[in-house]
């Protein structure tokens, strides 16, 4: 007989083992199970008061910086022992083998790491315009952002677009001015495009230390303190000198300092009102401590009344500490910006339990999903079961993990306003609520405000495997990447046959092919790049129709009536900006004397009228490409108590097609936001080739506010005309100019490009 520790110890080798087996690509902290044959203890529950924690997000242009100062966070915070660097292809956040090969942050990643006893859940978001639903489902969770400039660029366009996307979460900020090393850097001129460009009020709290003898980055001023904190030229950037400003000196540097403090607690005065009554029983404001500053700041910050400003240069280890003690100082814990509060607040009841969110899925080599989870409130552990207030569905968590990166750690549980992992979920997808009991038709504001709003596709494209022998395989790794990626939409034409892939652009494409290959070994084709273009009805329409349909012995009617409208897309896109409501497909206006208004309609035939309008609206009747931009309302609606959900939803689509025919509806093409950057004797060559180009100038500045270009052009330009606009830019200019777009809108085409499609 086995001794009884002997036994135990046997039994904790096969459990390990087996997880081992199932968790084979899961990383623990610096090795992985698969390697070292090990599994960490689960930890227990999280320590730390609600208070002591910070969900924050780095928000960015492309290559302003986001991904290195993560970087230098994790070291300064001892959570890295090195420092890794994009151009090396080490960094923690940017694991994926495409993100090492190109330098961009093309997925999110969550870390979390230790800073002066708070625990900061970071998340490195990308800043290409293809991915920006990577940046949306992460702003939807986070508590608080830093907005990362490049200091010789200011507010590019795919700031901008962050910056909104923020906006309509609520979510506080603090920018960072970055680069500032770097030729051409201007921390003025920076903070003139914050103000002109973003509409919030800059604050900036930092002055940089320019070298007078060879014009370098030497560290920053701090306003709050009136001190300069100095790094050296060489070393890690990891201690650095804190030196009282002195007047004599300092000279030039404390006069503009004292100036800068002087503007500050002018604007903090117009904006605070405990700042103001201390001014107005002190004019001179002489007995404010940094602690009252930075309460006042604070406050500010949450209100979103001010954009607290720092400077630095994260490649060159600089002023990134200042950085992490403003995240803790200026932006909110879980508590401060807590939505279930609010939505108590306005009536909303019953979330008092477990509430999470699920805002992202990945999938490890067994193909099962591991699930990102913001936990509003409660808390949650392994073997707990949820139900999924979005599918209706219930749910179990198998394990959960501690994240960084790609790197997951057992834990045992966890409590509000922490980021997690689990795996053990079946239905859930990226936007899902999860919560410890049903929620009553009360709580429905509760998905309007917890809402991940997904962009639609831009472009499309077929995608083939090599051969039918993996096309199982093949189909596989299509689900999963569109179940991580939710503004990834597969389709398959039932004319051709073709899988269809829709995207935000070429390079999500391409990402997507590369990832097919590397992930799951299918060398997968793709078809030529084509634009994703829409239909819409033109004008009203009223339509009635009879749906029949014998199956078996049994036969199926549906009568109904309905009408058509057309919704204008901005008039649609600020109802949702407004609501943060998902779209609804259809609204019940009954006849008075139908059966409709008389009885009214079931609840289970709500989903089937929404499924059958969905595939009605899939493809138009011009050229096949999705409707949108049309809602429906329903007069009238008979049907037997024997209809099955499937014929009410085939009755619906009968109805879309039968209302819109081919002279009913116009072809609808995607407008870009095009930013172009030159120098003013190329200045006329790019107008010209955007006039062109069908293009609607709104701007040209002529100021040298992006720095290493003195001229600014914006226009909106039809994404039909761009295909070959960077390699003609380039020549036009002698490489002197660049430029970056970003989806403005949709707009009706042309009837010489109408004729042109219609023929082809």
């Given at each position: 007989?086995?001794?009884?520790?002997?036994?135990?110890?046997f039994v904790?080798?096969?459990?390990?083992?087996?997880?081992?087996?199932?968790f084979?690509?899961v990383?623990?902290?610096?090795?992985?199970?698969?390697?070292?044959?090990?599994c960490?203890?689960a930890?227990?529950?999280?320590?730390?008061d609600?208070?002591?924690?910070?969900?924050?997000?780095?928000?960015?242009?492309i290559?302003?910086?986001?991904?290195t100062?993560?970087?230098?966070m994790?070291?300064?915070s001892?959570?890295?022992?090195t420092?890794?660097?994009?151009?090396?292809?080490?960094?923690?956040?940017?694991?994926?083998?495409?993100?090492?090969?190109?330098?961009?942050?093309?997925?999110?990643?969550?870390?979390?790491f230790?800073?002066?006893?708070h625990r900061?859940?970071?998340?490195?978001?990308?800043?290409?315009i293809?991915f920006?639903?990577?940046?949306e489902?992460?702003?939807r969770?986070?508590?608080?952002?830093?907005?990362?400039?490049?200091?010789?660029?200011?507010?590019?366009?795919?700031t901008?677009?962050?910056?909104?996307?923020?906006?309509k979460?609520r979510?506080?900020q603090i920018?960072?001015i970055?680069?500032?090393?770097?030729?051409g850097a201007?921390?003025?001129k920076s903070i003139?495009?914050?103000s002109?460009?973003?509409?919030?009020?800059?604050?900036p709290?930092?002055?940089?230390?320019?070298?007078?003898?060879?014009?370098?980055?030497?560290?920053v001023?701090?306003?709050?303190h009136?001190?300069?904190?100095?790094w050296?030229?060489?070393g890690?950037?990891?201690?650095?000198?804190?030196?009282?400003?002195?007047?004599?000196?300092?000279?030039?540097?404390?006069?503009?300092?004292?100036s800068?403090?002087?503007q500050?607690l002018e604007t903090?005065?117009n904006v605070?009102?405990?700042l103001?009554?201390?001014?107005?029983?002190?004019?001179h404001l002489?007995?404010?401590?940094?602690?009252h500053?930075?309460?006042?700041?604070r406050?500010?910050t949450l209100?979103?009344q001010?954009l607290?400003?720092?400077?630095?240069?994260?490649?060159?280890?600089?002023?990134?500490?200042?950085?992490?003690?403003?995240i803790?100082?200026?932006l909110p814990?879980?508590?401060e910006?807590?939505?279930?509060?609010?939505?108590?607040?306005d009536?909303?009841n019953?979330?008092?339990?477990?509430?999470?969110?699920?805002?992202?899925i990945?999938?490890n080599?067994?193909?099962?999903?591991i699930?990102?989870?913001?936990?509003?409130s409660?808390?949650?552990?392994s073997?707990l079961?949820?139900?999924?207030?979005?599918?209706?569905c219930?749910?179990?968590?198998?394990?959960m993990?501690?994240?960084?990166?790609d790197?997951?750690?057992?834990?045992?549980?966890?409590?509000r306003g922490?980021?997690?992992?689990?795996?053990?979920?079946?239905?859930?997808?990226?936007?899902?609520?999860l919560c410890s009991?049903?929620?009553?038709s009360?709580?429905?504001?509760?998905?309007?405000?917890l809402?991940?709003?997904?962009?639609?596709?831009?472009?499309?494209c077929?995608?083939?495997p090599?051969?039918?022998?993996?096309?199982?395989?093949?189909?596989?790794?299509?689900e999963?990447?569109a179940r991580e990626d939710p503004?990834?939409?597969?389709?398959?034409?039932?004319?051709?046959g073709?899988?269809?892939?829709g995207?935000?652009g070429q390079?999500?494409?391409?990402?997507?092919?590369?990832?097919?290959?590397?992930?799951?070994?299918?060398?997968?084709?793709?078809?030529p790049?084509?634009?994703?273009?829409k239909?819409?009805?033109t004008?009203?329409?009223?339509?009635k129709?009879?749906?029949?349909?014998?199956?078996?012995?049994?036969?199926?009617?549906?009568?109904m009536?309905?009408?058509?409208?057309?919704v204008h897309e901005?008039?649609e896109?600020?109802?949702?900006?407004?609501s943060?409501?998902?779209k609804?497909?259809?609204?019940i206006?009954?006849?008075?004397?139908s059966?409709?208004?008389?009885?009214?309609?079931?609840?289970n035939?709500?989903?089937?009228?929404?499924?059958?309008l969905?595939?009605?609206?899939?493809?138009?009747?011009?050229?096949g490409?999705?409707l949108?931009?049309?809602?429906?309302?329903l007069?009238?609606?008979?049907t037997?108590?024997?209809?099955?959900?499937?014929?009410?939803s085939s009755?619906?689509?009968?109805?879309v097609?039968?209302?819109?025919k081919?002279?009913?509806v116009?072809?609808?093409?995607?407008?870009?936001?095009?930013?172009?950057f030159?120098?003013?004797?190329h200045?006329?060559?790019?107008l010209?080739?955007?006039?062109q180009r069908?293009?609607?100038?709104?701007?040209?500045?002529?100021?040298?506010?992006?720095?290493?270009n003195?001229?600014?052009?914006?226009?909106?330009?039809?994404?039909s005309?761009l295909?070959?606009f960077?390699?003609?830019?380039?020549?036009?200019?002698?490489?002197m100019a660049?430029?970056?777009?970003?989806?403005?809108?949709?707009?009706v085409?042309?009837?010489?490009?109408l004729?042109t499609?219609?023929?082809?």
């Amino acid at each position: 007989m086995l001794h009884f520790k002997k036994c135990n110890r046997f039994v904790r080798l096969i459990s390990q083992s087996l997880q081992v087996r199932l968790f084979s690509n899961v990383k623990i902290k610096k090795g992985t199970i698969n390697k070292t044959n090990k599994c960490h203890p689960a930890k227990t529950s999280s320590t730390f008061d609600a208070s002591k924690i910070r969900n924050v997000g780095i928000i960015a242009h492309i290559d302003a910086g986001k991904t290195t100062t993560t970087e230098r966070m994790l070291y300064y915070s001892g959570a890295n022992s090195t420092i890794g660097n994009v151009n090396d292809g080490n960094t923690v956040t940017d694991f994926l083998e495409q993100e090492r090969e190109r330098g961009i942050t093309i997925m999110s990643a969550v870390v979390h790491f230790m800073w002066k006893g708070h625990r900061i859940n970071l998340v490195d978001t990308p800043g290409h315009i293809d991915f920006t639903c990577e940046v949306e489902s992460s702003l939807r969770v986070l508590d608080g952002a830093v907005l990362v400039l490049d200091a010789s660029a200011g507010v590019e366009a795919q700031t901008l677009s962050t910056w909104k996307q923020a906006l309509k979460y609520r979510i506080p900020q603090i920018a960072f001015i970055n680069k500032m090393d770097k030729a051409g850097a201007s921390f003025s001129k920076s903070i003139k495009s914050i103000s002109d460009k973003l509409g919030r009020m800059p604050l900036p709290i930092q002055l940089p230390i320019i070298s007078a003898s060879d014009n370098s980055f030497n560290g920053v001023v701090d306003l709050i303190h009136m001190k300069k904190l100095i790094w050296n030229i060489d070393g890690d950037g990891k201690f650095y000198e804190n030196i009282k400003l002195d007047s004599k000196l300092d000279g030039d540097l404390f006069d503009m300092a004292s100036s800068e403090r002087d503007q500050m607690l002018e604007t903090l005065v117009n904006v605070d009102e405990e700042l103001g009554e201390i001014y107005i029983r002190d004019s001179h404001l002489t007995n404010l401590t940094p602690d009252h500053l930075n309460q006042a700041i604070r406050r500010a910050t949450l209100n979103c009344q001010v954009l607290p400003v720092l400077c630095g240069s994260s490649l060159r280890n600089k002023a990134v500490q200042p950085l992490l003690d403003s995240i803790l100082t200026y932006l909110p814990d879980p508590i401060e910006h807590n939505l279930i509060g609010d939505l108590q607040d306005d009536g909303v009841n019953n979330v008092d339990g477990t509430m999470a969110l699920a805002f992202k899925i990945m999938h490890n080599k067994r193909r099962e999903p591991i699930t990102f989870l913001r936990i509003y409130s409660g808390h949650l552990s392994s073997g707990l079961s949820l139900f999924n207030a979005t599918k209706n569905c219930k749910e179990k968590i198998d394990k959960m993990f501690q994240i960084n990166a790609d790197e997951y750690e057992y834990i045992g549980n966890e409590s509000r306003g922490n980021i997690v992992a689990v795996t053990g979920f079946k239905e859930t997808t990226t936007g899902d609520v999860l919560c410890s009991a049903q929620l009553p038709s009360s709580s429905s504001s509760l998905f309007d405000v917890l809402t991940i709003q997904v962009p639609d596709p831009v472009y499309f494209c077929s995608v083939e495997p090599p051969s039918l022998s993996v096309q199982k395989d093949f189909d596989t790794a299509l689900e999963c990447l569109a179940r991580e990626d939710p503004s990834l939409k597969v389709n398959v034409d039932s004319s051709t046959g073709q899988t269809v892939l829709g995207g935000m652009g070429q390079l999500h494409l391409e990402i997507v092919k590369s990832r097919i290959f590397t992930e799951y070994g299918i060398d997968a084709d793709l078809g030529p790049l084509q634009i994703a273009y829409k239909e819409t009805l033109t004008s009203t329409k009223k339509v009635k129709t009879v749906f029949e349909k014998t199956i078996g012995e049994s036969r199926y009617r549906v009568e109904m009536m309905a009408t058509f409208h057309p919704v204008h897309e901005s008039e649609e896109s600020d109802s949702a900006t407004k609501s943060n409501k998902k779209k609804s497909l259809f609204s019940i206006l009954p006849n008075p004397d139908s059966a409709l208004a008389k009885y009214g309609l079931r609840p289970n035939y709500v989903k089937a009228i929404e499924d059958g309008l969905m595939s009605g609206f899939s493809k138009g009747p011009l050229l096949g490409y999705p409707l949108s931009n049309i809602r429906m309302e329903l007069n009238e609606f008979v049907t037997s108590s024997r209809a099955t959900m499937a014929i009410i939803s085939s009755s619906v689509t009968h109805c879309v097609r039968e209302a819109l025919k081919k002279d009913d509806v116009q072809l609808l093409q995607p407008i870009m936001n095009v930013q172009v950057f030159t120098t003013p004797d190329h200045l006329g060559t790019v107008l010209s080739d955007l006039a062109q180009r069908e293009s609607h100038i709104l701007s040209v500045n002529k100021e040298d506010d992006s720095c290493h270009n003195a001229s600014t052009v914006l226009a909106r330009t039809p994404l039909s005309r761009l295909e070959d606009f960077s390699s003609a830019l380039r020549t036009k200019t002698s490489g002197m100019a660049s430029f970056n777009m970003n989806l403005s809108s949709y707009d009706v085409v042309s009837d010489k490009l109408l004729t042109t499609l219609l023929n082809n």
